[in-house]
């Protein structure tokens, strides 16, 4: 059996009624929580706009979250690129692998998950993929060689630059890109990177065979394991309770948010309808049934690395603790083969007292 991680896509989302100092040290919370229950990861994203996802600078939260963990990987999910210096981005990053330890993870990509991210700054989504572009390749060569770089575009240059500071993982921390764009995922191919993707199951096998030609590229091997996937998750001892726990909050978030905020177009707006769908791509409901649906997931993609689960407030802190426990311990360890040795000594046991 494949050993599968699973973890924390920390957008975050939380309503503008919730006081934002509270919202942060609740989310600080949550990662210390996870790390305690053996999560291998948390991805943090960063946002500049909508009063809902109040992130802004995902390096200065794993640096304060860092010294409240122990274990847990903490990657930024996604620096968007096109809104810093290259340098200054890979100097902070490479700051943040020192303090870590090794623990730090460095996801980059266009942005545009909130579309107002952007245009705030007066980018569409071209512009800021031909600044990712020339973002990645600044960086590569910086982490590739030790000889100065000159490099100038129409939004920054660099003059006789070189790193000061060399990482503290070899040859250079992990990356991760949350993207559909064929070339860069095979960037990541080529760099080991991880893709970071909220697609279906299905979409698993087109996404390894860009892994695989871009690590050809680089004489390195693809793995099913640098692909994580996303859901919703919330389990509780019904699924009636589950349902019930997270209706609320959810059909709040698609009405209010995506719809009224980020201006997205609902395929309906009756609750029953809302929730309905969010069911069908979820995993919602009891320990048991998130197990079977995850264990469907598995077998759609023909295997992946993991699944990175994303947090809301819709069910309050209680229930959602929860959650957050129940999966750890009665569901992950069937993916993760954790309990085998527990599993093979009972079985020796009873065979020596039958």
């Keep these: 059996m494949s050993i599968m991680r699973f973890g924390l896509f920390l957008q975050p989302v939380h309503p503008p009624s919730v006081d ?19 999560y291998s990861e948390v991805w943090v994203g960063e946002h500049h706009s909508t009063g809902w996802e109040n992130i802004a600078a995902p390096d200065v939260f794993i640096a304060a979250v860092a010294e409240r963990t122990r274990h847990i990987r903490l990657g930024t999910g996604i620096i968007q690129a096109g809104l810093h210096h290259p340098l200054v981005t890979l100097d902070r990053m490479i ?16 942005g545009g998950g909130l579309p107002s991210d952007l245009k705030v700054f007066g980018l569409d989504q071209e512009q800021a993929g031909r600044r990712l572009d020339e973002t990645m390749d600044v960086i590569l060569r910086l982490l590739s060689s030790t000889e100065p770089i000159d490099e100038k575009t129409d939004w920054f240059e660099l003059h006789n630059a070189t790193l000061q500071l060399r990482p503290y993982t070899q040859p250079h921390m992990q990356f991760a890109m949350a993207t559909t764009n064929p070339k860069n ?13 909220g697609g279906p199951p299905r979409s ?13 590229e680089s004489g390195m091997t693809a793995s099913r394991d640098q692909i994580m996937l996303s859901s919703g998750l919330h389990i509780a001892p019904t699924h009636e309770q589950a349902v019930a726990e997270i209706r609320d909050g959810l059909v709040d978030e698609q009405l209010n948010f995506n719809a009224a905020v980020n201006g997205r177009t609902l395929t309906s707006t009756d609750p029953d309808d809302i929730v309905a769908t969010y069911l069908a791509h979820n995993m919602v409901g009891t320990a048991d049934e998130v197990g079977k649906r995850l264990q469907a997931v598995v077998d759609e993609s023909d295997g992946v690395g993991g699944v990175l689960f994303v947090s809301r407030d819709w ?3 209680e229930a959602s603790s929860r959650s957050w426990e129940t999966f750890a311990r009665e569901v992950a360890p069937r993916f993760t083969g954790s309990t085998s040795g527990q599993h093979s000594a009972a079985k020796a046991a009873s065979e020596l007292n039958s």
């Design 20 to 38: 934002p100092t509270a919202a942060l040290e609740s989310d600080l919370d949550l990662v210390v929580r996870l790390d305690k229950l053996g």
């Design 185 to 197: 995922i095979r960037l990541m191919g080529k760099v080991g990177g991880h893709i970071l993707t």
């Design 95 to 110: 700051f943040l692998d020192h303090l870590t330890r090794g623990r730090a993870m460095f996801g980059i990509g266009v």
């Design 315 to 317: 069910a309050g802190r």
């Design 204 to 216: 698993v096998s087109a996404i390894y065979e860009g892994l695989e030609q871009g690590a050809a």
